[in-house]
Each structure stands twice: as structure tokens, then as C-alpha cells.
């Protein structure tokens, strides 16, 4: 573990994938961009701008505790370095830049969220039920528990988190409520080990896992962050330009394959005998399927345990016959 509670999942992977977008014009990175979209404690960032002594990065996160750690990290690159704050959806309308040349995601909630109690991410800590990225957003988890209906309840459950008791579950939460509303992680959890059967509890993992992600992707919008994220991205990548998209669980993973998918393939009509000028796919596929941690990465960093890196370049523009002529 780090000093910064974060081990950079998949670091030299990432390097080898984006470097190659990242030097096309100097080999140092010199005039090259890239977009960290999920900063946290900015591990990734550093061994970029370490690897590449020319290069500028722009890092987003919307937790300013996160912020503040990276800052200090990578305050010894100077203003190679630019932090916002912002959802990984919220930066790419207004940029400064009007390309970028790469673009990296290490999805979901960091080891550093985790390790805070106060958070309410875990449910290993008893804790507020929070479960905010950004503290200053609205909705919390105990919000989501303590006033959504019967019906919703089970819709984040089964749609969030994949479980298969979702209907029992909330059912649960909203006869225990009426006692008296659910304030702590550790009141959830106890919830959670009475309405899921035992046999479950003996051969399902933690009977608290998928409620907590659940929780965690309504209280952030993550799934719709994400879907609007990766487009937009995709569009700000320069001709030769690479993005690569660490997800670690199959929701998220199935929204990147999905958009993946759509920009490697050609939009022209089925049937056609030719492939229409203009239709053809924009980006080619560098990742065979979703790539994964090897035994001894897992060894080193169990969070890269669940890891699917995902990786596409962007086909370069093609020139306008008889433009450059001279």
C-alpha cells in the first residue's frame, strides 16, 4: 500500500497502452495532453508525468479530499500539472483544450474512500450512511434508504447492484424504517444479515456487497456519468489519440464494452457491397476483449482482482486529396 492508501491498478499496462499517442510528436510527451478523468490520489498521473518528462496532464475528480491529496503529491511538476474538480462527465463541453491526445479511467470508489470511515463506503466500519463522492452534493444513501418507496427501493437494488433478494431486502428496510430511519452502515448491515437467507450468507460473499455498491452508484449517478463520459471523451481524443478504461464490476463494464463496440464499427448499412466514404468506424480496438491483472499483480494489489481494461486509438484524420499539394 501506498503512502496515499491507493495502489495504481494496472500502471505499466497503462503506460504501454497510452504512450504510443502520448509521443507521436516528441518522444519526452512534449505538446501532449492527457486527460486523467478519475484522479484520486493521482498515482496514475504521477508515473505519467515521471515517464514522460514533456508531458501536461489534467486531472477531475469531484472529491476535494482527493484533491487535496494529489495536489500535494504532484506539486513537484509544477504546471504540468492542472486539477478541477468535476464529475468525469462535467469537464469536456467546457476544456480549455480543444483535442486531447489520451484519456484514462480507473472506475469506481478508491482505496483511500474506502479507508474513511466517515465516508460510509464500507460496510466493514460502522459509519454515517453518506456514501458521497462529492460532499457537497445532495443525496446521500440514507436519503435513498430512509424515503424512497417499497418499489424504487428494489429497482436501485436489482439495477445497481445485481441482487437477487432486492424485493426482500426492501421490504426489509421499509418495515425497519418505520421504527425508526436507518442512520448507520452498521444498522444496514445488521438489515442485511437478517433478510438474506443463510445459505446465501455461507457461499455469496459479503451479504452487504451489493447493497453497498447499489447505494453507491445511486447516491453518485455513476452509471449515467459514465454513459455520457465515455462518448464525450471519444469525441475530444485527436486523430492517433488512445483512451483506456479500467472498470471493476460488470455494470460498469458492460456500458464501456457497449460504446467500445460502437465506435470500432462501421456505420455503413448492412448489404452494401462497399464501405460508404465517411461511415467507416472511427476507432480501432487495442485490447483483445477486456484485458485482466495478472497472479502476481493481484498478489501485490488484491483491488486489481476484478479489474477489465478496456482500449481503443482513434483512426487518424485522413487527408483531403490534393489539400497539402503545393
Same mark, same amino acid.
Given at each position: ?72 503529491? *504532484?506539486?513537484?511538476?509544477? %504546471? ?13 463541453? +467546457? @476544456? ?17 474512500? *474506502? +479507508?474513511?470511515? +466517515? ?6 466500519? %460502522? ?8 460532499? +457537497? ?7 435513498? *434508504? ?28 421499509? @418495515? ?132 477489465? *481494461? ?17
Amino acid at each position: 500500500m501506498s503512502e496515499y492508501g491507493h495502489v495504481p491498478v494496472l500502471i505499466d499496462r497503462c503506460v504501454e497502452l497510452l504512450a504510443p499517442a502520448l509521443t507521436r510528436r516528441y518522444a519526452d510527451g512534449t505538446g501532449a495532453v492527457l486527460v486523467d478523468a478519475t484522479l484520486g490520489a493521482g498515482g496514475h498521473s504521477e508515473r505519467f508525468l515521471t515517464e514522460f518528462p514533456g508531458l501536461r496532464v489534467v486531472g477531475l475528480d469531484r472529491d476535494p479530499n482527493a484533491l487535496a491529496i494529489a495536489t500535494a503529491r *504532484l506539486a513537484p511538476f509544477g %504546471d504540468r500539472m492542472t486539477f478541477v474538480r468535476t464529475r468525469y462527465d462535467g469537464y469536456w463541453a +467546457d @476544456r480549455a483544450e480543444t483535442t486531447v491526445d489520451a484519456v484514462l479511467f480507473d472506475l469506481g470508489v478508491s482505496s483511500m474512500q *474506502l +479507508d474513511r470511515a +466517515d465516508r460510509g463506503f464500507s460496510y466493514a466500519q %460502522d459509519a454515517p450512511l453518506d456514501m458521497r463522492m462529492d460532499p +457537497d452534493s445532495a443525496l446521500t444513501a440514507a436519503e435513498i *434508504l430512509n424515503t424512497y418507496d417499497e418499489k424504487a427501493l428494489a429497482r436501485v437494488l436489482r439495477e445497481y447492484g445485481e441482487e437477487k433478494f432486492a424485493g426482500r431486502i426492501a421490504g426489509r428496510i421499509v @418495515r425497519r424504517r418505520e421504527r425508526a430511519p436507518l442512520r448507520t452502515t452498521g444498522e444496514l448491515v445488521e438489515l442485511l444479515y437478517e433478510a438474506i437467507p443463510a445459505a446465501t450468507r455461507r457461499t455469496g460473499g459479503h451479504p452487504a456487497k451489493r447493497t453497498f455498491q447499489a447505494l453507491r452508484v445511486a447516491v453518485n449517478a455513476e452509471l449515467d456519468s459514465l454513459g455520457a463520459a465515455i462518448p464525450a471523451a471519444l469525441d475530444a481524443l485527436a486523430g492517433g489519440g488512445r483512451i483506456a478504461v479500467m472498470a471493476y464490476q460488470s455494470l460498469e463494464d458492460r456500458i464501456v464494452k457497449r460504446l467500445f463496440a460502437a465506435a470500432t464499427t462501421s456505420r455503413t448499412p448492412p448489404g452494401l457491397p462497399v464501405e460508404l466514404p465517411g461511415y467507416e468506424a472511427e476507432f480501432v480496438a487495442l485490447t483483445r476483449g477486456a484485458e485482466q491483472a495478472d497472479a502476481a499483480e493481484i498478489e501485490r494489489n488484491p483491488r486489481s482482482a476484478s479489474v477489465r *481494461l478496456r482500449a481503443l486509438e482513434k483512426k487518424p484524420e485522413k487527408k483531403v486529396a490534393g489539400k497539402d499539394d503545393s
